[in-house]
Each structure stands twice: as structure tokens, then as C-alpha cells.
Nanobody, 128 residues
Framework: QVQLVESGGGLVQAGGSLRLSCAASGRTFSVYAMGWFRQAPGKEREFVGAIRWIGGNTYYADSVKGRFTISRDNAKNTMYLQMNSLKPEDTAVYYC?????????????????????WGQGTQVTVSS
């Protein structure tokens, strides 16, 4: 099992920055990749970005490319989402997720069903 704990959400003005953290515990050595998703009220949950734990390859949705950056600290088993140039449309609950190695899902990291573990979610609100 892997447990994920998020922090860093809150209120920020448009154009500002915020950094979210997702700390993993448990069988962290079994993690293949981690990702971020978000869900605004009345909308479907959407892919934000992902990172392979070994190698550090990153992937981003077009809506956040160039503004958001995903990184990880292997020693701390923590993934970060650095959000810059925030817009009101970025307002959503943000979730982190982890995919087990050898999961056999054969799904791309942009798909929710690729992931086996999910965090509790943290609210990000961007005011105009």
C-alpha cells in the first residue's frame, strides 16, 4: 500500500504562484509514476501532469504547459506541483495519484484509471 498526503493549497490572486506537495509513504519503492489531476465544480476531473519516478520524465496537459512544473525529491518521497501565472480557470480541487510498478494497466498517465492510489485532494482558488 501507498499513502499520499497533500499540502499547499489555498487562495491566491490571478498571476500569482503556489506550490503543492504530495508526500508518499508505505511501499514507495513500488511506485512507477505519480500524477496530478484537478476537478472544478460541475466539471469532469482532468489531467494536469505526471512524472515517472525513476528517470523523471514529465508530461503536461496543454492547458498548463509552460506555467506548471512537476518535480520530485526521491529522498523525501515527495512530488511537487509548482504553479505560476495562475488564472481563475485554474480554480479546482487538486489531487495527486500514484501508479504501482508492474500494475499491468497499460494505460497512459493522462488516464485516471492508470493510477492505483489517490490523495485526499486540496482546494486551490484563484481570484480575479
Amino acid at each position: 500500500q501507498v499513502q499520499l498526503v497533500e499540502s499547499g493549497g489555498g487562495l491566491v490572486q490571478a498571476g500569482g504562484s503556489l506550490r503543492l506537495s504530495c508526500a508518499a509513504s508505505g511501499r514507495t519503492f513500488s511506485v512507477y509514476a505519480m500524477g496530478w489531476f484537478r476537478q472544478a465544480p460541475g466539471k469532469e476531473r482532468e489531467f494536469v501532469g505526471a512524472i515517472r519516478w525513476i528517470g523523471g520524465n514529465t508530461y503536461y496537459a496543454d492547458s498548463v504547459k509552460g506555467r506548471f512544473t512537476i518535480s520530485r525529491d526521491n529522498a523525501k518521497n515527495t512530488m511537487y506541483l509548482q504553479m505560476n501565472s495562475l488564472k481563475p480557470e485554474d480554480t479546482a480541487v487538486y489531487y495527486c495519484a500514484a501508479e504501482k510498478d508492474f500494475s499491468g494497466s497499460y494505460l497512459p498517465l493522462s488516464r485516471q484509471r492508470a493510477y492505483d492510489y489517490w490523495g485526499q485532494g486540496t482546494q486551490v482558488t484563484v481570484s480575479s
